[in-house]
């Protein structure tokens, strides 16, 4: 599932025009590397293309995305804890959306609408609570 939401606000964002790393910490504290290939985003059609979510599922990145990333849920919700700075501004859609997750920081973003630059690593933190603790298969 993916798309676009028309409801909400379009995003200003810059993609990146060289190579950088983006490590998922996951909530066992496992991480993951990745090397974001400009050349290559967008992976998919999941969330705004060059964004966390998309990087995620490009790799193979267990991150929950009920809404299909298109800024209807908070289920995405992430915390940058480096290179936040990278990254575009959230939208008040965005905002809105994170009030919904539980354990937000200052930090928290939307993997779905956080699109990073390049121009810095970018550390994410997957958080352990999740408001979709159902799902299938697992």
Do not use: W
Request: proline share 7%; aromatic share 4%.
């Amino acid at each position: 599932m993916g798309g676009t939401n028309p409801y909400i606000e379009k995003t200003d964002y810059e993609l990146p025009k060289v190579s950088y790393s983006l490590t998922f910490i996951q909530p066992s504290g496992d991480s993951t590397t990745v090397t974001v290939d400009p050349d290559k985003l967008p992976y998919g059609e999941t969330g705004l293309p060059g964004s966390i979510l998309d990087i995620a599922m490009g790799h193979g990145v267990d991150l929950e995305h009920v809404c299909g990333g298109v800024c209807a849920c908070s289920t995405c919700h992430i915390v940058v804890k480096q290179g936040l700075e990278t990254c575009n501004e959230g939208t008040d859609d965005e905002y809105d959306q994170l009030d919904e997750a539980p354990m937000t920081t200052l930090q928290s973003r939307l993997g779905c609408q956080c699109v990073p630059n390049g121009t810095k690593n970018i550390v994410v933190e997957i958080p352990a609570v999740n408001k979709n603790l159902v799902r299938e298969g697992h």
